[in-house]
């Protein structure tokens, strides 16, 4: 008690101490209270409990297939209409030369989502799956977002069922966590009109985690949502998986303007991103790990995180591409030897990991990686 300042906290610490759920009351205490090291204090309390000193990484490679997209959200700096002279579309071939080129490292999650391209057949998903599978047999194909699963049933003419049932029998294993941003009907009619509703999000991330898919979950904050709006977010994420216990890891993501149409607004600062990690780790009780996703935040901060009650930097990434085109500043990829050194310089214990999160091995660092 003696690291509060603010003593609103007070009645908060306890029930963290007590293993007590916290209520939408406490996430909106905890959002507006300015004792940033006290919210870390109780977030790595809870972190420790779990993972001890450990922090997770995966060695994983991006793959965009397509920035056409007809859903022209306000807050994207990727998405581009097909007349765009920089629009792209990568053919299956296009694919299968961006794997082949890093076929020489231990890459064990492909991670890869894309644009709403109305021009695209389900076809052309399924060969994706296939060839990532062809080339990478082992890997954990982690794709297509919510928004682009609710696509993928109007133009194959499914159900959602047996929609997500093809792309299994393809090869997807795990679906990422973005799409739903902030769930809320204001902050989508001023930001993303186009895309599926909150409660379809909820709907298809539901039959995912039924149908033995996991995922992650996301949040996009630093823009026009409230602190009220946040805490809806968490709690609808947590009965979700009250309900499901299908989502793997929460993942805070801060709002980057750079060329979009809200590139007035001013970035997301340190203080709101470690607040975002540390009160989703005490808010999101039935979530096993918090990233700490460098790519947004930046290499020092994610390391400082660690601290903040994230347990997980995500992964090497290699040639990200979303983020970047809104302005991110950070590194495009890691090699597993820098990962391991930021954990390891926080005072953590670097442990490599598979898509869910069994242990691997340790390996040497492969030349290739230099």
Known sequence: ???????RLIDIQKKVIDGDRLDAGDGQTLYQSNDII??????????????????????????????????????CAYSRRKEEQDAFTLSIEDAAGMLLKRINEPIREIHMVGGINPKLPFKYYLDLLNTIKRIRPNVTIKAFTAVEIDHLAGIAGLPLKETIEKLKEAGLEMIPGGGAEVMSKRVRSKLFPGKISHER?????????KAGLTSNATMLYGHIETIKE????????????????????????????????MSDFPATTAFDDLKN????????????????????????????ALAFGAD?????????????MAGATSSKGLTRQKIRDMIQSAGFEPVE???????VKQVDRPKTED
């Open 1 to 7: 008690m003696e690291f509060l300042t603010d003593r």
């Open 38 to 75: 006290g919210i870390g204090h109780l977030a790595d309390y809870v972190r420790r409990k779990r993972h001890g000193e450990k922090a997770f990484f995966v060695y994983n490679q991006h793959l965009n297939y397509t920035n056409v997209c007809v859903n022209h959200c306000r807050f």
């Open 201 to 209: 999000w909820l709907e298809v991330m539901t039959k995912i985690h």
């Open 230 to 261: 946040r805490v809806r977010h968490l709690m609808r994420l947590r009965s979700l998986q009250d309900s499901t216990g299908g989502f793997t890891a929460f993942i805070p993501l801060a709002f980057h303007s750079k060329n979009t149409t």
């Open 277 to 304: 990690i540390a009160v989703a780790r005490l808010m999101l009780d039935n979530f096993e790990h918090i990233k700490a996703y460098w790519v947004m935040i930046g290499e020092k901060l994610a390391q400082t």
């Open 312 to 324: 997980d930097l995500d992964g090497t990434i290699i040639e990200e591409k979303i983020t970047h």
């Open 353 to 359: 990991r598979d898509s869910f999160y069994n242990i």
